[in-house]
């Protein structure tokens, strides 16, 4: 059974940093390209960057402009999001799912298995 679970959100201050974690079971992330997304009630869920380890490719949505970096550890099988530069538009639910990456990371779409997501808020 493949599980993912977040940690690492909370509250921060506006321009500081995060580093959130995805730990995944129930199969390798050398195997199975891992994503992150985030979500603000009313609005829809957006991706922010995906990951294929075997394949060392990656995705960015184009607003990240380089205050995010994805990266991975497989030998403790988790996938991190560390963000900096934080705003107040930065607020929503974080969350790590399956993923799919178009060739040379082109595009990225979320598949089956998702976390529960963490929160993230930023404070002014």
């Known amino acids: 059974q493949v599980q993912l679970v977040e940690s690492g959100g909370g509250v921060v201050q506006s321009g500081g940093s995060l580093t959130l974690s995805c730990q995944v079971s129930?199969?390798?992330?050398?195997?199975?390209?891992i994503g992150w997304f985030r979500q603000v009630p009313g609005k829809e869920r957006e991706v922010i960057s995906c990951?294929?380890?075997?394949?060392?490719?990656?995705h960015y949505a184009h607003w990240v402009v380089g205050r995010f970096t994805i990266s991975d550890d497989s030998a403790k099988n988790v996938v991190s999001l560390n963000l900096n530069r934080l705003s107040s538009e930065d607020r929503a639910m974080y969350s790590c799912a399956s993923a799919f990456l178009g060739l040379y990371g082109s595009r990225c779409i979320a598949g089956t298995y998702w976390g529960q997501g963490t929160q993230v808020t930023v404070s002014s």
């Open positions: 129930g199969m390798s992330v050398d195997f199975m390209p």
């Open positions: 990951i294929n380890t075997r394949e060392k490719t990656t």
